[in-house]
């Protein structure tokens, strides 16, 4: 029981690093949406801050993996909590993203992306893979 109460209050307190990135992506959101957005010194020094914390966390955490992927199938269903704290983490993870991407169109809107930074036009066909495959393939399967 000691590993699983490990893992629990690591991925609590992963947990809590991604609520406290929501909120910061948020209220970037939001200074985003407003005439004038925050200064890029205020968000390297955060950007660095979270990073080191979130390295550090991610790192507790792929230390847990084997041991929990030890674990018999039935001691896992036996810890209900851990597999509710792994999902919340995810949900909130996918939440994160899709933030940081419509802040991303508000910067490319707004022309503070540079432009090596800006991503690449196929990156909006999301079928241009296959179709390129396709393309190359020398017509035989068709």
């Known amino acids: 029981m000691n590993v699983t109460s490990s893992i629990e209050s690591d991925l609590r307190s992963h947990l809590t690093l991604h609520m406290e990135l929501l909120v910061w ?3 970037r959101s ?35 993996r084997m041991a929990w992927l030890g674990l018999s199938p039935e001691e896992r269903a036996m810890q209900p909590e851990v597999r509710a704290l792994l999902r919340q983490n995810m949900d909130l993870i996918l939440r ?35 179709d390129l495959y396709r393309r190359n393939s020398g017509g035989s399967s068709v």
Do not use: M
């Open 25 to 27: 992506i948020e209220r």
């Open 30 to 64: 939001q200074l985003l949406r407003q005439e004038e957005g925050a200064g890029p010194l205020d968000e390297c020094q955060i950007r660095s801050e979270v990073l080191a914390r979130l390295e550090g966390s991610l790192g507790r955490i792929r230390s847990h």
């Open 96 to 130: 994160l993203i899709v933030l940081e991407r419509e802040n991303e169109q508000l910067l490319l809107r707004r022309g503070l992306v540079p432009p090596k930074h800006l991503p690449s036009a196929n990156r909006q066909k999301p079928h241009f893979v296959a």
